[in-house]
């Protein structure tokens, strides 16, 4: 979290394991969009997120007015690998275009 304090902008790239989406789906959420999906759940590198832990923070520590989460769909289980599934891989490009868009790049 320290390497987002004192930005404007923040965009963290993460895989979720949203059972209604499909395996591969990308998706840009505003933070606060996702804050309630994650409620309990610790199955992802963003969930430290949970709750912001800006709160209570002193001024030294400023957080992103603006926080984006781009989602990969992923399932995931207890077993961890260094070999990214096809489906995920595929969606890496489309991934990548996104945060982009998000940053205002061609």
Not at 42 to 69: N, Q, Y
Request: overall charge negative.
């Amino acid at each position: 979290m320290e390497f987002l304090t004192g930005f404007d902008v923040a965009i963290v790239v993460d895989a979720a394991d949203f059972a209604e989406r499909p395996v591969g789906e990308v998706r840009a959420w505003r933070f606060e969009e996702l804050e309630p999906r994650a409620a309990g759940r610790l199955d992802s590198a963003t969930t430290f997120l949970w709750p912001r832990p800006w709160a209570g923070a002193s001024g030294r520590r400023k957080a992103p007015g603006e926080i984006w989460v781009v989602t990969i769909v992923a399932r995931i289980d207890a077993v961890f690998g260094e070999e990214l599934t096809p489906e995920v891989e595929a969606a890496i490009p489309i991934a990548t275009d996104e945060v982009m868009r998000l940053l205002g790049l061609p």
